[in-house]
Protein backbone atom coordinates (compact mmCIF):
# COMPACT_ATOMS: atom_id res chain seq x y z
CA UNK A 1 0.00 0.00 0.00
CA UNK A 2 1.45 3.61 -0.66
CA UNK A 3 1.92 5.77 2.05
CA UNK A 4 -0.13 8.82 1.85
CA UNK A 5 1.15 12.09 2.18
CA UNK A 6 -0.83 15.00 4.34
CA UNK A 7 -2.66 17.63 1.86
CA UNK A 8 -1.58 20.63 2.13
CA UNK A 9 -4.41 22.69 2.90
CA UNK A 10 -2.91 26.15 2.12
CA UNK A 11 -2.71 26.50 -1.43
CA UNK A 12 -6.11 27.20 -3.19
CA UNK A 13 -5.96 26.79 -6.69
CA UNK A 14 -8.88 28.03 -8.53
CA UNK A 15 -10.25 27.71 -11.83
CA UNK A 16 -12.63 30.06 -13.75
CA UNK A 17 -14.82 28.73 -16.27
CA UNK A 18 -16.25 30.65 -18.77
CA UNK A 19 -19.13 29.54 -21.85
CA UNK A 20 -19.64 31.04 -24.36
CA UNK A 21 -23.22 31.60 -25.74
CA UNK A 22 -22.84 34.03 -28.64
CA UNK A 23 -23.79 31.27 -31.32
CA UNK A 24 -27.40 30.96 -29.82
CA UNK A 25 -28.07 34.45 -31.08
CA UNK A 26 -27.92 32.58 -34.69
CA UNK A 27 -29.60 30.06 -35.77
CA UNK A 28 -28.56 26.53 -34.57
CA UNK A 29 -30.07 22.71 -34.02
CA UNK A 30 -31.43 21.75 -30.67
CA UNK A 31 -32.19 18.43 -29.78
CA UNK A 32 -30.54 15.00 -30.22
CA UNK A 33 -32.86 12.22 -32.49
CA UNK A 34 -35.65 12.58 -34.64
CA UNK A 35 -36.55 15.68 -31.65
CA UNK A 36 -34.24 18.04 -33.45
CA UNK A 37 -35.59 21.86 -33.78
CA UNK A 38 -33.87 24.22 -35.80
CA UNK A 39 -34.05 27.61 -33.36
CA UNK A 40 -33.85 31.36 -34.53
CA UNK A 41 -34.07 30.19 -38.30
CA UNK A 42 -32.51 32.63 -40.42
CA UNK A 43 -30.80 34.62 -37.87
CA UNK A 44 -26.81 34.50 -38.62
CA UNK A 45 -24.15 36.36 -35.83
CA UNK A 46 -21.92 37.40 -38.09
CA UNK A 47 -24.28 38.82 -39.82
CA UNK A 48 -25.49 40.77 -36.60
CA UNK A 49 -21.72 42.00 -36.22
CA UNK A 50 -21.64 43.20 -39.69
CA UNK A 51 -24.64 45.46 -39.53
CA UNK A 52 -23.70 46.80 -36.77
CA UNK A 53 -21.14 49.78 -37.22
CA UNK A 54 -18.73 50.50 -34.54
CA UNK A 55 -15.27 48.08 -34.89
CA UNK A 56 -15.13 48.04 -31.19
CA UNK A 57 -17.19 44.90 -31.38
CA UNK A 58 -14.90 42.56 -33.05
CA UNK A 59 -12.33 43.10 -30.22
CA UNK A 60 -14.04 41.81 -27.42
CA UNK A 61 -12.88 38.17 -26.17
CA UNK A 62 -16.12 36.96 -26.76
CA UNK A 63 -16.66 37.21 -30.75
CA UNK A 64 -13.02 36.89 -31.28
CA UNK A 65 -13.17 33.28 -29.38
CA UNK A 66 -16.34 32.38 -31.28
CA UNK A 67 -14.63 33.30 -34.68
CA UNK A 68 -11.42 31.33 -33.77
CA UNK A 69 -13.57 28.36 -33.10
CA UNK A 70 -15.87 28.52 -36.24
CA UNK A 71 -12.58 28.96 -38.07
CA UNK A 72 -10.40 25.92 -36.81
CA UNK A 73 -13.93 23.57 -36.04
CA UNK A 74 -15.18 24.23 -39.38
CA UNK A 75 -13.55 26.43 -42.30
CA UNK A 76 -9.76 25.75 -41.94
CA UNK A 77 -10.55 22.34 -42.93
CA UNK A 78 -12.49 23.09 -45.70
CA UNK A 79 -10.36 25.68 -47.04
CA UNK A 80 -6.93 23.30 -46.68
CA UNK A 81 -9.08 21.12 -49.28
CA UNK A 82 -9.85 23.80 -51.63
CA UNK A 83 -6.61 25.60 -51.56
CA UNK A 84 -5.23 21.48 -52.45
CA UNK A 85 -7.37 21.61 -55.11
CA UNK A 86 -6.45 24.47 -56.91
CA UNK A 87 -2.49 23.94 -56.22
CA UNK A 88 -3.67 20.00 -58.06
CA UNK A 89 -5.34 22.31 -60.73
CA UNK A 90 -2.03 24.80 -61.50
CA UNK A 91 0.27 21.76 -61.54
CA UNK A 92 -1.60 19.89 -64.17
CA UNK A 93 -2.19 23.06 -66.32
CA UNK A 94 1.58 23.51 -65.95
CA UNK A 95 1.88 20.41 -66.66
CA UNK A 96 -0.12 20.77 -69.59
CA UNK A 97 1.23 24.15 -70.97
CA UNK A 98 4.50 22.78 -71.02
CA UNK A 99 3.61 19.72 -72.68
CA UNK A 100 1.42 20.90 -74.93
CA UNK A 101 3.25 24.22 -75.80
CA UNK A 102 6.50 24.55 -75.09
CA UNK A 103 7.98 21.22 -75.72
CA UNK A 104 5.70 20.21 -78.34
CA UNK A 105 8.42 21.11 -81.57
CA UNK A 106 6.31 19.42 -84.40
Not at 15 to 26: E, R, S
Request: hydrophobic share 40%; with cysteine; charged share 20%.
Amino acid sequence: MALERPVDSSKVYKIKYTINTLNQLGEYVKGEGDEREFVNPGVSLLELCAVYSAQEIFETNSLEECITFKWEAFALSFHKVGCFFHFAYLTIMLVYVNAIYITDQS
